[in-house]
């Protein structure tokens, strides 16, 4: 292989490590990542066999407002998603004006969740 071969593979090779290492994911937002997933499947599949929503998981969007135009939800609705909530999760949903922030979108009860789930488990 002549010079200028053997500095274009090298160029290339160096090219395509330099890209493969800024896809490299910490093991920390990895593992942020799958609790995220897990919380989001689990609040999914409460909103749809508890409160019989009708659609798939997939098409709940986690951005969906949960009352009102977003999916519809009522306040009956609201006490049955806490209750379901506090039995799957083990977390307690304050029954205060911080219910509402909670309660706001699908995202915002996942968030919760992972938050109170890392509080409860820096304590221990």
Known sequence: MSGNNEMMVQDVR??????????VIPVDERARSATY?????RVRKL?????????????VDPDSVLFA???GLDSVDAVELTVAIETEFGVKIPDNEQ???IF???????DHLIKAKEEVANVA
């Open 14 to 23: 160096l090219s395509r490590q330099s890209a493969a290492e800024g896809l």
């Open 37 to 41: 997933e897990d919380v989001l499947d």
């Open 47 to 59: 909103l749809i066999e508890q409160l019989h929503l009708q659609r798939e998981p997939d098409e």
């Open 69 to 71: 135009t977003g999916l």
């Open 99 to 101: 219910s509402r922030t």
């Open 104 to 110: 706001r979108t699908v995202n915002s009860v996942v």
